[in-house]
């Protein structure tokens, strides 16, 4: 009897809004090491975060499941349940990317071994301070995605595989951006501690990115130092995201803050128009035909 009522409950659930669901359909071996304008600085950086990930978006899913059976409304449960899983497969994806670039002179392994005692010890503080931790670094994920996805002459120098990888994850972080947020106020709403954990999430993220990327770097010196043009063109990209995005970071510690302020439809409509026409990925492709039959039956109406 319980199994039915969970399944029936489970069918007549109402579905995520703005928030699909998509398995990447990408070679990781594929993407040349310094796949990012050819500068081993970005290049770095960017498989450094993408190193984090797989523990990373685990703990994010388990700070919303921690607290899930407090959350009433239908329709957040149903973002919940997208949001799982979307993180679900970026995990995926970046286990992937992070294997196939693991080599004897190119790896993270004593450092991963060390973000999953971090995660170990994250996973045993208070629910709430778990979840603040996770709306923070969502906020990051959505600054990084939004960033990316409004500077497509940045993305031009990518390899079309590392395009697949990099776009269809900033898409996502963008879609599910407010879940863990309105989870949060759903169940806690409490503003001061959650401005005070961005504050040190801040800190550590920074300090992690770099240590991160450092030991990338080192390990492949030889190959990295002597790009000179290109590691100057990375640490000006980097300065110039800094100015860029920091107005937009300040807004998480204003009162009336919220994820969703920012419309990022447009962008949105053009970026999975571009994986489709010209990355040919089968995963946006029905939703983009959905969307466009919507478009039609409504000229059709306007024409009768």
């Known amino acids: 009897m319980t199994q039915v009522t969970t399944e029936k409950l489970y069918q007549h659930r109402p579905k995520a809004q703005g928030i699909t669901i998509r398995r990447l359909q990408f070679n990781p071996k594929a993407i040349r090491r310094h796949y990012f304008a050819n500068s081993p600085v970005m290049s770095h950086l960017l498989t450094a975060l993408s190193s984090t990930f797989p523990i990373g978006e685990q703990f994010f899913v388990h700070s919303v499941r921690n607290v899930r059976d407090q959350v009433k409304d239908e329709n957040l449960q149903a973002q919940i349940a997208a949001f799982i899983g979307q993180e679900a497969m970026h995990s995926q994806a970046h286990t992937a990317f992070n294997a196939a670039w693991r080599r004897d002179d190119y790896n993270l392994d004593r450092f991963q071994a060390w973000l999953a005692r971090k995660d170990d010890y994250v ?22 995605g939004g960033y990316i996805l409004r500077h497509p002459e940045i993305l031009s120098t990518l390899d079309d595989e590392a395009v697949k990888l990099w776009v269809w994850h900033a898409i996502e972080e963008i879609e599910h951006r407010a879940v863990a947020f309105d989870v949060y106020q759903a169940v806690y709403g409490d503003d001061k501690i959650r401005r005070l954990i961005m504050r040190s999430v801040t800190t550590g993220f920074a300090s992690l990115t770099f240590y991160s990327a450092s030991r990338l770097f080192l390990q492949d010196r030889k190959k990295s130092i002597s790009k000179l043009g290109g590691n100057l063109f990375g640490l000006y990209l980097l300065a110039k995201m800094f100015v860029q995005l920091l107005p937009e970071y300040l807004s998480y510690y204003k009162t009336n803050f919220h994820p969703s302020d920012i419309d990022y439809s447009q962008l949105l409509k053009y970026w999975k128009t571009r994986l489709v026409e010209d990355y040919q990925l089968e995963s946006f492709q029905q939703e983009l035909h959905a969307l466009f039959n919507v478009k039609y039956k409504k000229r059709a109406i306007k024409t009768e």
């Open 123 to 144: 996973k045993n503080l208070h629910p709430k301070i778990q979840l603040a931790i996770t709306c923070a670094f969502e906020h990051f994920t959505a600054l990084l």
